[in-house]
């Protein structure tokens, strides 16, 4: 359905009011809605949001608001904001009631608060009134000639109804017609059959005869040849998108059959060295998936080198990270996790050249999730570069100091400690510097944030399980108190179980506490 979202606030000139149906994401326009939201790191979720503008915080404030919908195509209509909504009936029946636009209000002039950026301050005066379009007008699907097209073809099914049911001896002879009296002239004649004579043309007009072939002509005065011309012109437009996609197999992860499409780019020499050595790597996946072993490590070697020998110019290192990431990230899945570690060194060498900070952070903090994710190697060797990667991430913030950067901070923090399970004591040391970041940073305001209520819980069962068990049942009270409180929780129902675990684990340790 299409939700229209209409609001009034001080400043709606300022381009952050201008509804945007797309952003930049990861080098890539990307549509706005709830499913790139959910991909987003929970540290870079500000800068997308500021990014994005008033689209990308409704779409936020609605995910936060009923999490099972989906949010997408948005569009303005004169100032304000429509959006394609799942048709949900409880969410449609709090939109009729006026629900909807009280929580959507409250939730937009929190974002202040929440995310601690300047940009969200004008919206803690916006006013929000939300309706329930019928339709928007679409090339398409709202031309005029279509909607008789359609209605001409209902009269036909109708027609067609008709004749099934008076040629079907069946049901007319339950029904059988009445008895009418015939004139003089008229009883030496024998009287018309009811199936086979047609019914009289003052009552009833002559069925049309159908065929599954043939087209109701439209009324809107356009030759049915100019319309169909139109559809066969856009499903030629979709067969070559579709074309397309096939050609390409590397994303494909066809990786036979991409070899031979990357050899003949490879000898295209108009192409950066940059980009040749991230060619040279993409060939040397394919040749290790294809048994060529040595081939595949020789043109790793000379892809590395590529790529290392000059200095990359900064607009071009984040481009060149998400490339080198990606090929990483496909070493990864393939099993082959030593070339991966090396290339993902690379590319975070790389995002530590770019300019705009929260694209740093963005690069630097995708390549350490890669690392978490990894397996099959050597523990020390993962943990060795994620440890470069995290002093490299407080490095960068040292002389910026804003809400952004500490979050950014807190969540490498976290993922450390991930990293460091089995070592209890370098886990307590990251998950209480990251709840000291958050409380020197936000104060009493800290509880409103998800990870700084995770950071507790971690810590508290920690603290339980070394048999520190009055700090640990102060610890997990705060963490409780955090998670029923922080409103940017992107899966309720992962809030609802950490709670409800929370809360049993509370409950036990207070009764050992009472028998002590």
């Known amino acids: 359905m299409k939700l229209k979202v209409g609001f009034t606030c001080e400043n709606k000139a300022n381009k952050f009011f201008t509804v945007k149906e797309q952003i930049s994401w990861r080098a890539e326009k990307k549509a706005v809605c709830?499913?790139?939201?959910?991909?987003?790191?929970?540290?870079?979720?500000s800068s997308v949001l500021s990014k994005g503008g008033i689209s990308t915080a409704i779409c936020q404030a609605l995910l936060i608001i009923k999490p099972s919908i989906k949010v997408t195509n948005f569009q303005s209509d004169n100032g304000d904001v429509v959006c394609d909504v799942t048709d949900d009936e409880s969410f449609r029946n709090d939109v009729i009631q006026g629900k909807t636009a009280k929580?959507?209000?409250?939730?937009?002039?929190?974002?202040?608060?929440?995310?601690r950026d300047k940009v969200f301050k004008q919206l803690t005066r916006i006013t929000v009134k939300c309706t329930i379009e019928r339709s928007v007008t679409s090339k398409f699907s709202q031309s005029s000639w279509n909607d008789e097209i359609y209605e001409n073809r209902k009269k036909e099914r109708n027609t067609t109804k008709q004749e099934k049911v008076e040629d079907d001896p069946i049901r007319t002879s339950k029904a059988p017609p009445k008895?009418?009296?015939?004139?003089?002239?008229s009883r030496d004649k024998p009287a018309p059959?009811?199936?086979?004579?047609?019914?009289?043309?003052?009552?009833?007009?002559?069925?049309?005869?159908?065929?599954?072939?043939?087209?109701?002509?439209p009324k809107s005065g356009k030759r049915p040849e100019d319309l169909f011309d139109l559809f066969s012109q856009f499903s030629d437009m979709l067969g070559q998108t579709k074309e397309d996609d096939k050609g390409d197999f590397w994303k494909r992860k066809k990786y036979t059959e991409a070899l031979p499409q990357l050899m003949k780019e490879l000898e295209d020499t108009s192409k950066d060295l940059k980009d040749r050595g991230v060619l040279h790597l993409k060939i040397g996946l394919c040749l290790t998936q294809v048994g060529r072993a040595r081939e595949s490590g020789n043109y790793i070697s000379d892809g590395l080198a590529m790529i290392k020998r000059e200095d990359t110019d900064p607009g071009r290192c984040e481009e060149l990270g998400n490339a080198i990431?990606?090929?990483?990230?496909?070493?990864?899945?393939?099993?082959?996790?030593?070339?991966?570690?090396?290339?993902?060194?690379?590319?975070?060498?790389?995002?530590?050249k770019v300019e705009e900070l929260r694209h740093a952070y963005n690069g630097l903090m995708e390549c350490n999730c890669l690392l978490i994710g990894m397996k099959g190697a050597d523990?020390?060797?993962?943990?060795?570069?994620?440890?470069?990667?995290?002093?490299?991430?407080?490095?960068?913030g040292e002389n910026k100091k804003n809400p952004s950067t500490v979050m950014v901070r807190c969540t490498s923090c976290f993922n450390m400690a991930t990293l460091y399970f089995g070592d209890r004591a370098k886990e307590v040391e990251m998950y209480r510097k990251a709840i000291e970041m958050y409380e020197e940073e936000s104060g009493s305001d800290a509880k409103f944030f998800s990870l700084y209520g995770m950071c507790l819980n971690r810590l508290g069962y920690l603290l339980q399980m070394e048999g520190k068990v009055f700090e640990a049942e102060e610890v997990l009270t705060n963490s409780l108190l955090?998670?029923?409180?922080?409103?940017?929780?992107?899966?309720?129902?992962?809030?609802?179980?950490l709670i409800d675990t929370t809360e049993r684990?509370?409950?036990?340790?207070?009764?050992?506490?009472?028998?002590?």
């Not at 939201?37 to 979720?45: C, D, F, G, M």
């Not at 929580?103 to 995310?115: A, D, E, I, K, M």
């Not at 099993?335 to 790389?350: D, E």
């Open 34 to 45: 709830t499913d790139l939201l959910n991909s987003v790191p929970q540290p870079l979720l």
């Open 193 to 217: 059959s009811s199936e086979t004579s047609p019914p009289s043309r003052e009552k009833v007009p002559p069925p049309k005869p159908h065929s599954s072939k043939s087209k109701t002509p």
């Open 505 to 516: 684990t509370l409950e036990k340790l207070r009764f050992e506490l009472s028998t002590i």
């Open 482 to 497: 955090s998670m029923k409180l922080a409103n940017d929780w992107k899966n309720e129902a992962n809030r609802q179980k």
């Open 379 to 396: 523990k020390s060797i993962i943990i060795k570069l994620a440890e470069e990667i995290h002093q490299t991430i407080f490095k960068l």
């Open 325 to 352: 990431k990606d090929v990483a990230e496909r070493f990864s899945d393939c099993g082959q996790v030593r070339k991966a570690i090396i290339i993902i060194k690379l590319a975070a060498s790389m995002y530590k």
């Open 103 to 115: 929580t959507l209000q409250l939730q937009l002039r929190s974002f202040r608060r929440v995310y």
């Open 179 to 185: 008895p009418t009296k015939q004139s003089h002239n």
